[in-house]
C-alpha cells in the first residue's frame, strides 16, 4: 500500500493532548475551556491552555478565531466546541 493512504499509529485517548487557545475575559474561550475539560476528563486526555496575549507568535495566528482548539499540535475547531466531535477526534 501507497505511504500516502496508510493511517499513523492510531493513539488511544491517554496519549493525545488537547490545547485551548484564547485569552481571559473571554466568554467563548470559557464556553470552550468547560466542554474541554468534562471531555477530557471522560476521555483520559490530558489538556492544556495557551493565553494569546501571552505570546505574539499565537496572537498573529490566532487572534481573529479565538477560542482555538487544537488536537496533538494540529487545528481541530474554533469559536465554538462541539463536545461530540471532539470526543470522536480523541476516541478514533
Given at each position: 500500500m501507497?505511504?500516502?493512504?496508510?493511517?499513523?499509529?492510531k493513539k488511544s485517548p491517554q496519549e493525545r493532548v488537547v490545547t485551548l487557545i484564547g485569552r481571559p475575559g473571554c466568554h467563548l474561550c470559557d464556553d470552550a475551556q468547560a466542554?474541554?475539560?468534562?471531555?477530557?476528563?471522560?476521555?483520559?486526555?490530558?489538556?492544556?491552555?495557551?493565553?494569546?496575549?501571552?505570546?505574539?507568535e499565537l496572537y498573529r495566528k490566532y487572534w481573529e478565531q479565538i477560542p482555538v482548539v487544537l488536537v496533538d499540535g494540529a487545528q481541530h475547531d474554533f469559536w465554538r466546541v462541539k463536545e461530540e466531535r471532539l470526543r470522536r477526534a480523541l476516541t478514533q
Open positions: 501507497s505511504p500516502i493512504f496508510r493511517r499513523g499509529e466542554v474541554i475539560e468534562k471531555v477530557c476528563a471522560e476521555t483520559g486526555a490530558a489538556w492544556e491552555k495557551k493565553d494569546i496575549t501571552e505570546d505574539e
